[in-house]
């Protein structure tokens, strides 16, 4: 087939006729004497990319939700929606993971410790709890990122999970919290299945008493456990513990056991939004939060305006 002289096909058309050409007429292979070597490079170079960005969307819609390196940890680019849909997709297939729910105060306690980093990036999700990791993960390029907070992430997964009968289990907080957080998610969720609570001490386990706490949860057969111990006990819990236990899903998610059963106050909606919460929490418990807020934030601003500027790298530790 010619192409005329003064046609308006492209050249990229003029490569796409001549293949077309060349394979109907006797379907012998193409030959660099038919596209010359320019042509047939840019070829394969658009067949390479193309093949690449199919298999990735596959991936991305499939199976996992992109990540983003934030100072080494492998913060989710999630939404809530696409939160609950993972979870969701993990009860169904039986498949066992656990959830981070992490702000700035876990991503430097990472810094520290090499071993909850790996538990981080060894996560099925890690939610972005804070703005600033909202802000970093939109900064990348990750526009539907959105808050993933640990109490809203709680009461939204029990009431989406009203349809889908989910057993939930409660595990941590002080003495008698799990059990007020329990009557409280009843009142929210009418029709909530709660399997079972407990409040471990603040001293370690025993082996024994750790194989007894293992028991009475797989005994319950809850398809998500809910542990509030704080970070980094939490994190350590829920890794030590995934292939002991028969639940589909363990989330953790700290204070949430005190907000959503009343027993601290929260900060208003416009301070979380504007990524201001960390002062509330300051003033609320000063003695307690003062150094994780007025040393670790500064610190964490710095690193990350490092990492940005290429000035230093910050190593997942996954290929």
């Given at each position: 087939m010619a192409i005329q002289k003064g046609s308006k096909t492209g050249a990229g058309n003029v490569v796409g006729d001549r293949f077309r050409e060349n394979l109907h007429r006797d379907r012998r292979p193409v030959t660099f004497e038919i596209f010359g070597l320019a042509d047939c490079r840019n070829l394969i170079c658009v067949n390479y990319a193309l093949q690449n960005k199919i298999m990735s969307l596959v991936k991305s819609n499939e199976t996992d939700i992109q990540r983003v390196n934030i100072l080494g940890v492998m913060v989710s680019a999630a939404s809530m929606k696409l939160t609950l849909a993972t979870i969701d997709r993990w009860i169904e297939k039986r498949e066992p993971h656990y959830v981070c729910v992490t702000g700035v105060h876990g991503v430097m306690e990472s810094q520290k410790d090499p071993k909850l980093k790996v538990i981080h990036n060894n996560a099925g999700l890690v939610t972005p709890?804070?703005?600033p990791l909202v802000w970093l993960s939109r900064l990348r390029g990750f526009s539907h990122v959105e808050r993933v907070y640990g109490p809203d992430l709680m009461l939204a997964l029990c009431e989406h999970g009203l349809a889908h009968r989910y057993r939930h289990f409660l595990?941590?907080?002080g003495d008698g919290v799990a059990d007020k957080l329990k009557d409280s998610l009843k009142k929210r969720s009418d029709g909530i299945n709660i399997v079972g609570t407990y409040t471990p001490p603040f001293r370690n386990l025993t082996a024994e008493e750790d194989a007894h706490v293992v028991k009475i949860i797989n005994q319950a057969q809850p398809d998500i456990v809910w542990v509030g111990l704080s970070t980094p006990?939490?994190?350590l819990w829920m890794a030590e513990h995934q292939?002991?236990?028969?639940?589909?899903?363990l989330i953790g998610v700290g204070a949430a056991f005190?907000?959503?059963a009343g027993l601290k106050l929260?900060?208003?909606r416009w301070m979380q939004k504007s990524g201001l919460e960390w002062f509330f929490r300051l003033i609320s418990e000063p003695r307690r939060l003062w150094r994780r807020y007025l040393i670790n934030n500064p610190v964490f601003v710095t690193l990350v305006i490092a990492q940005l500027l290429g000035i230093?790298?910050?190593d997942s530790g996954q290929s």
């Open positions: 709890d804070g703005m595990y941590g907080g006990k939490q994190e292939s002991k236990l028969d639940a589909s899903v005190d907000f959503n929260q900060s208003p230093k790298k910050f």
